[in-house]
């Protein structure tokens, strides 16, 4: 069992920490976005708004099961002027970029959904639509070269 006051001492080291998130595979630095228990003996760790999502695309999400609760109750403190320009990517889009990129990238939406609840929703809905609209069309394009 932890203890809370355990889990805000340790926060103070954890820039220099990297971890795996389990949904994407991507090694981060530093604080764990969620640490989530699926059983009694394992956790995953997940890295961003988007890896919640389709982690719990198809599990059913428990509050209880998360182990970090404190950083998911706070609102972090965001640079609104980082935000101002944020854009939502396409897949197509976020397969090229860099690994710091990719990094910023993930950072810049979460502080826009923190933002922007709604919005950013909405704004993700008519994204994934669209790549799954891409998708479609690049898999009929396939299928007509034949
Ligand atoms: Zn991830």
Request: aromatic share 14%.
């Given at each position: 069992?932890?203890?809370?006051?355990?889990?805000?001492?340790?926060?103070?080291?954890?820039?220099?920490?990297?971890?795996?998130?389990?949904i994407c595979n991507f090694t981060k630095n530093g604080?764990?976005?969620?640490?989530?228990?699926?059983?009694?003996?394992?956790?995953?760790?997940?890295?961003?708004?988007?890896?919640?999502?389709?982690?719990?695309?198809?599990?059913?999400?428990?509050?209880?099961?998360?182990?970090?609760?404190?950083?998911?109750?706070?609102?972090?403190?965001?640079?609104?002027?980082?935000?101002?320009?944020?854009?939502?990517?396409?897949?197509?889009?976020?397969?090229i970029l860099t690994d710091t990129e990719y990094i910023?990238?993930?950072?810049?939406?979460?502080?826009?959904?923190?933002?922007?609840?709604?919005?950013?929703?909405?704004?993700?809905?008519?994204?994934?639509?669209?790549?799954?609209q891409n998708e479609i069309d690049m898999n009929n394009?396939?299928?007509?070269?034949?």
């Open positions: 069992m932890i203890k809370y006051s355990n889990i805000v001492k340790s926060d103070k080291n954890t820039a220099n920490i990297s971890y795996k998130c389990n604080e764990i976005w969620m640490k989530y228990n699926i059983n009694d003996k394992k956790h995953i760790n997940i890295c961003s708004y988007l890896c919640n999502n389709k982690y719990f695309e198809n599990n059913k999400f428990y509050l209880n099961k998360v182990i970090n609760k404190k950083d998911f109750d706070l609102i972090r403190p965001v640079n609104s002027a980082t935000n101002y320009n944020f854009k939502i990517l396409s897949i197509n889009e976020i397969e910023q990238y993930f950072t810049d939406l979460d502080d826009y959904i923190t933002l922007n609840p709604e919005r950013s929703r909405l704004q993700l809905d008519i994204q994934n639509e669209i790549d799954i394009n396939y299928i007509d070269d034949y």
